[in-house]
């Protein structure tokens, strides 16, 4: 109640610190971002993905922007189900594919060219896509004191600007053109600067 002394002064109020730093521009929000699922398909019993950390194509990202003008990634996540688990006919036992997954923070385009590129990479490791019961997530680094990119182009500066990098997918088993599974990325970042 205004004029209440009871809840002390109006600067210590844990409203008045909210809306300070609300105003505050070099305030700085963590949030939580998603992609829509994605899935990966073979081709030719191959398939080379990179999965970008750019947010511009997210979904909530315009209301992002609309906020704040300035952006850097923390971490990002991958989380995978393999297509068995919700139909047990999608991969037979003769040809279990396998799955190569690593960080790349100097690219956010060009697809891997082998799994050989792909086990190169500092932060790498080797799943297979089937005979796992549970989906399982793989980590990126974290970057808590990357350097801020612009909201409105957020992988523009290059490496450790922003949310430039993206995660490297190279699947391949002997032939095929099949779905081996689901996968979406999330996104910890970091923003400031109220528009």
């Not at 279990?96 to 932060?123: E, K, M, R, Y």
Request: charge should be negative; charged fraction near 15%.
């Amino acid at each position: 109640m205004l004029g209440d002394e009871s809840e002390g002064p109006l600067e210590e109020s844990s409203g008045y610190q909210m809306a300070s730093m609300l105003i505050n521009p070099k305030a700085v929000y963590e949030f939580r971002i998603v992609s829509d699922i994605q899935n990966i398909q073979l081709s030719s019993g191959v398939a080379l993905i990179t999965v970008s950390w750019n947010p511009s194509g997210l979904s909530e990202w315009s209301s992002v922007t609309a906020l704040f003008t300035e952006v850097r990634l923390v971490q990002a996540r991958l989380h995978y189900a393999p297509y068995w688990i919700m139909d047990t006919n999608a991969i037979t036992p003769s040809g279990v594919p396998i799955l190569a997954i690593g960080t790349n923070l100097g690219v956010t385009t060009v697809s891997p060219s082998s799994s050989a590129a792909v086990f190169t990479l500092a932060d790498s490791c080797f799943k297979p896509t089937s005979g796992w019961r549970d989906p399982w997530v793989f980590s990126g680094p974290r970057r808590p004191n990357s350097v801020w990119g612009y909201t409105s182009s957020p992988v523009a500066g290059g490496i450790d600007t922003g949310c430039y990098g993206g995660f490297q997918i190279y699947a391949e088993r002997s032939s095929g053109s099949d779905f081996i599974g689901n996968f979406f990325i999330e996104l910890i970042v970091e923003v400031r600067g109220r528009s």
